[in-house]
């Protein structure tokens, strides 16, 4: 087929930019994947299951993964972010900034480096429910799979246990950032989310109390590579739960907060019941909410939940969240709407369905236009954004949309738009 | 070709103080019958790799053995191009890393695996892709809604070919009847024009697109790449060729006679958000049977939606059309006042703006509640609704109530595919008479290679949404046409270009991989004779499991390949008191599985055998028997989970395993050995902390039931 091949640049190595990546170079494009973390896999990467399936998202990844390996037409740059672009449809240059990873191509992944690093530092991918060591492989499925050390806690050469351990002449701590230029005929923007801060809702109290989790936190007390393999404990004491709150709306649908429905977080919480269900059948579990937005055949998922016992859905706001210093317990309380009663009811742990905020909302970047909510529009010119950073979105909508962005990025080759 | 073998053992990453290197060594130059072998301390750094290029340079090394890690990693590293095959041996995560060192059992293991590998290599024949004659890239899309209009746009754009096929007079499907969209862009305030007359104007001005009006399918046949396709027009068929095809046949409103709860067909001021559209955009104005403009509208959400008896799902974009209704009805007259009743407001995402709107909108109410019945009395309609937000019943009288009947998929009880397939004629559904397969990772894939699912037969949608898929399917089709062209496989088996191949002088027309390929690849001669037609194929090898005669294989995977691996490592006699376990496994979720749990050095027992296949599917019952009979003691066979959330990549091999229980058992029966010997599990990727209680629970059950007869015979 005579299909004009040209050379592309995607933006973020969540589940967006992965797809959209692997696509266009089954074309026999060219394409350089930049994600700013050491790892691909984003978001999902982080999550126990996905909904309504119940399946793991290891599962759909490495089978992108397995096609980035068959296919050399993909270049991948972690810890870089873009700095620059300029040009036209057609005729981008891309400048890439690459942080120094301290752990060269000579890394063979055998691990001594961590058995001989003293410093410890919380798991970003844990959400700080773990720790690694300075130097560390971010999780089991890093894509690349090479170490990297964080600087932030690396005491350096003074230290340089790691370089000795090693027996590739793998480590390097003078290595410096790095700028590259990238030539693209279309450039395809997939920056992703980060949850929204819960500390902003001063009313939740969040950060006071152990017992009080965000939803992302609770997939990784879900996950079994997680800090509790997989055991749904509460933080403060690692008891196994046996009443928890599901908190919907933490900053979605609040002027005040996100404005905007954050689309996933209803029937992710109902994924997350499923977890405390599968994990102690005997739990006692509430969900407030305003409304149960489980859109399409999700439908179905919303039936299935339901018929677990011992679960509850309060149609209400939660007003406040309170800590008993006691029993580290939580006290929720919302207006349950449907009977005008004031609703408080005590639990072993609680969980705020935190919403999606674009990972680049209220930052200044190169990337495109960001409306009032700091999402990006779907793109123009030869600049086309996708997934979470575009709207809210799970993870086939994201997927459809990095396959279309992929159709019109090809459409750039040559300098049309 | 004639092989020259070397293979190369990597010592690093403790592999090297967990093994006897010198022992792999004797083996590889022995029982291997490599060429060369060397080791290295280092094999994946610049001078590791150079002694292995050289060989290939100088020494004529053209199949090539990595002892060394997973080959998931440093893939990128032992890459020594197509002319050279390629074999990597997991002495790592499988062996080293998650087994006792300097352990007799853990030097068989590796060993066994070396001479796995090696017959592996040796036996493995370079692919001779699949190009047929007569190949086009023309796409033909199935419908000419919106979703279908911006596919063939979409893919005209890039210089594709494109025919479509509508079956109305008229291009445009729902939307053409649509008075307004609801807001897209920010502020989602203002209702906005839906855009498609000048949609329908760029396919129609668009020399690439061929487009068909008042016609259907009459008939597909062939295969990804060359399509037949049949169309039967008002006057007469025509005939086109197609390498893929988009099925965007949409939707229907879901029968709103069948709401008799809700008093449609009682009163003509009982009417359908399609027919509130209708009356819109026809100019009419909202008006009442007697031509009245009504004061009071009542919307009833979920009119047939979410609800058990009627359509189990929420069809996603009523609850925003109802909205965007009421505004025509109070921008119309603004004394009017409008009534939606829900049970859930569901405006994802930004729409909630749209909603807010709503909101402050003083003569819009919006009530969440259960209907409980609409009473007609006189000219006079009244909704009763219970459960409300004030905790009571109560009841509103209106003019003109609006139904928001939801979305049934076109191809739930219409046919629109009439495929020559022995499979079936249609797509299998999924659900409720949608046709996609692997929803969440790859929304556009059906269970037919080449047929793409898109818009409103996919999964309910808003305008907004069927336009974005319709890029996307798009994208799919061109690149099946791309990668079919090449004579590669598609999803998900990427660069894949080998096809099944069938010795078909003993085939006895059994017809069991016609009836098992999940993708419907084989149909039938007249005789009866299975008809393979390879660029369906998903190169999953399901039929290769399936054939009792043994009789279908790709050049380097088949029964052979399998087979000497088998014959190719250790079984003790039972005097020695060492089981062995062979475990077939799927690679794309249990191997990296296994993978996981050497990276976290989590130990099992040394005696299970792994085998990974494509798909558990694709294992014959004929290597199973080769293996009992062997003397191996039991048989795992770790797949994908099955279901109705089935994980399987090639959507039901797992499931088959179960299905092909029946004949295993005679097998069994005939070998006069225990049912137990042969387990099927269903593993998740995620699931490797099971893997070491799993094999130890197994080795310790067979153990229990005592060693293998036929050991050593």
Not at chain 2, 270 to 289: D, H
Request: proline share 5%; net charge neutral.
């Amino acid at each position: 087929m005579n299909i004009k091949k040209g050379e592309f640049v995607v933006v973020g190595g969540g589940i967006s930019g992965i797809a959209a990546a692997v696509e266009i170079a089954e074309f026999g494009n060219k394409v350089t994947l930049i994600e700013k973390e050491a790892s691909l896999g984003g978001r999902v990467s982080k999550m126990s299951l996905y909904f309504p399936k119940l399946c793991p998202p290891y599962c759909g990844l490495e089978i992108y993964f397995k096609r980035i390996r068959s296919n050399p037409n993909i270049q991948i740059m972690t810890l870089s972010e873009v700095a620059n672009i300029s040009g036209t449809p057609g005729n981008f240059t891309v400048t890439v900034r690459q942080s120094p990873r301290y752990v060269n191509a000579k890394c063979t992944g055998c691990n001594d480096c961590v058995s001989a690093c003293p410093v410890e530092r919380p798991s970003d991918f844990d959400y700080s429910l773990s720790k690694t060591k300075a130097v560390y492989l971010p999780h089991e499925l890093s894509f690349p799979y090479r170490y990297v050390i964080d600087d932030k806690t690396c005491p350096g050469a003074e230290c340089g246990k790691c370089i000795l351990a090693c027996k590739y002449d793998a480590i390097d701590l003078g290595m410096k950032a790095e700028s590259v230029e990238l030539k693209a005929d279309a450039v395809i923007v997939a920056t992703g989310w980060k949850p929204y801060d819960a500390q902003k809702l001063t009313n939740l109290n969040y950060g006071k109390m152990s017992n009080l989790i965000t939803n992302v936190m609770m997939e990784r007390l879900a996950a079994p590579n997680g800090p509790t393999k997989g055991e749904i404990l509460r933080p403060s004491d690692n008891k196994k739960v046996e009443r928890v709150a599901f908190v919907q709306c933490a900053g979605s649908r609040d002027e005040n907060h996100l404005p905007y429905c954050s689309a996933v977080c209803c029937t992710a919480s109902l994924k997350q019941v499923s977890y405390v269900k599968e994990f102690n059948k005997e739990a006692q579990v509430s969900v407030f909410y305003i409304d149960l937005r489980v859109m399409g055949r999700n439908e179905d998922f919303l039936t299935k939940i339901k018929q677990h016992d011992g679960l509850k859905f309060v149609k209400g706001k939660v007003a406040r969240i309170t800590e008993d210093p006691d029993t580290k317990d939580v006290w929720v309380e919302a207006e349950d709407i449907l009977s005008g009663a004031k609703h408080r009811e005590r639990f072993d742990m609680a969980v705020l369905a935190t919403g999606i905020e674009p990972s680049l909302s209220g930052e200044k970047t190169c990337l495109g236009e960001q409306d009032k909510y700091g999402f990006f529009g779907s793109g123009k010119d030869g600049i086309f954004h996708i997934g979470c950073c575009h709207t809210p979105s799970d993870v086939s909508a994201c997927v459809k949309l990095a396959n279309g962005a992929v159709l019109k990025a090809m459409q750039c080759v040559g300098g049309r738009a | 070709m004639d092989k020259k073998l070397g293979i190369y053992l990597c010592s690093g990453c403790h592999i090297g103080e967990c093994l006897d290197m010198q022992a792999l060594e004797k083996a590889a130059l022995g029982e291997c019958k490599a060429a060369v072998c060397k080791k290295h301390e280092f094999l994946c750094g610049r001078e590791g790799l150079e002694l292995i290029n050289n060989d290939i340079k100088s020494e004529g090394v053209n199949t090539v053995v990595i002892g060394a890690c997973s080959p998931r990693v440093n893939f990128d590293l032992f890459r020594f191009g197509d002319q050279v095959i390629l074999e990597r041996v997991n002495l790592r995560e499988h062996v080293a890393w998650c087994h006792k060192p300097n352990d007799e059992d853990t030097q068989m293991l590796a060993e066994d695996y070396l001479r796995m590998g090696a017959i592996k290599a040796v036996k493995i024949n370079f692919p001779e892709p699949y190009i047929a004659e007569g190949l086009t890239s023309k796409i033909l899309i199935i419908g000419g809604g919106v979703s279908g209009l911006t596919s063939a746009f979409s893919a005209a754009s890039l210089g594709t070919e494109v025919v479509l096929v509508e079956k109305q007079a008229e291009l445009g499907g729902w939307v053409k009847n649509m008075h307004r969209q609801y807001p897209k862009a920010p502020p989602h305030a203002a209702l906005e024009p839906t855009g498609l007359p000048e949609l329908i104007d760029q396919v129609k001005k668009n020399s690439k697109i061929t487009v068909y009006t008042s016609s259907t399918i009459e008939k597909i046949s062939g295969e990804p790449g060359r399509f037949e396709i049949t169309i039967k027009k008002a006057d007469g068929t025509a005939v086109e060729k197609a390498a893929s095809i988009i099925v965007a046949t949409g939707w229907k409103p879901y029968d709103a006679k069948k709401l008799e709860h809700l008093s449609f067909g009682k009163h003509p001021n009982i009417i359908t958000n399609v027919m509130m559209e209708e009356m819109v955009s026809s100019g009419r104005g909202i008006k009442t049977a007697d031509g009245q403009r009504p004061k009071r509208i009542a919307f009833i959400q979920c009119a047939g939606s979410r609800d058990p008896n009627h359509l189990p799902y929420c069809s996603s974009v009523c609850c925003n059309v109802s909205l965007k209704q009421a505004m025509y009805c109070r921008e119309q007259d603004p004394d009017s006042l409008v009534f939606v009743f829900y049970k859930d407001l569901r405006t994802p995402g930004h729409h909630e703006d749209f909603y807010r709107h709503a909101q402050n909108d003083a003569g819009t109410f919006l009530t969440k509640c259960e209907i409980t019945n609409i009473d007609v009395k006189g000219n006079t309609l009244v909704v009763n609704a219970a459960d409300t937000l004030l905790g009571k019943e109560i009841s509103v009288e209106a003019d003109l109530v609006v139904l928001a009947t939801g979305m049934v998929p076109t191809a739930l009880d219409e046919k629109v595919l009439h495929l020559a397939y022995r499979k079936g004629d249609e797509l299998p559904q999924l659900k409720y008479g949608f046709t996609d397969s692997h929803f969440i990772c790859f929304p556009y894939e059906t269970e037919r290679t080449g047929i793409y699912a898109s818009g409103c037969a996919r999964a309910p949608l808003d305008t907004d949404a069927a336009r974005s898929d319709g890029t996307g399917a798009a994208m799919k089709a061109i690149q099946c046409a791309d990668l079919i062209s090449r004579g590669m496989a598609t999803l998900p088996r990427f660069g894949d270009n080998t096809y099944p191949e069938m010795y078909m002088q003993r085939c006895t027309d059994c017809k069991r991989c016609t009836e098992e390929c999940p993708f419907g690849a084989y149909d039938e001669t007249a005789k009866g004779t299975p008809l393979p037609n390879p660029a369906r194929c998903r190169r999953c090898g399901i039929c290769m499991g399936s054939c009792p005669e043994r009789i279908i294989s790709f050049k380097n995977y088949n029964i052979e390949i399998l087979s000497s691996m088998i014959k190719n490592f250790s079984v003790p006699d039972e005097f020695e008191e060492k089981p062995r376990i062979l475990a077939f496994m799927c690679e794309n979720d249990a191997y990296p599985a296994m993978d996981m749990a050497g990276l976290r050095h989590i130990e099992y027992n040394p005696h299970v055998r792994i085998i990974p296949v494509r798909c558990i599917g694709s294992v014959n019952n004929v290597l199973i028997a080769d293996a009992l009979s062997g003397g191996v003691d039991g048989i795992l066979l770790i797949g994908c989970k099955h279901g109705d959330d089935y994980q399987c990549h090639f959507i039901r091999g797992s499931e088959l395993i179960g299905k092909r229980e029946g004949n295993l058992q005679e097998t069994l029966q005939r070998l006069a050995l225990e049912p137990e010997r042969i387990k099927a599990v269903q593993l998740s990727i995620n699931e490797y902390d099971r893997l070491p209680k799993l094999f130890s629970e197994y080795v310790e059950e067979i153990t229990e039931m005592g060693f293998n007869p036929f050991k050593g015979m």
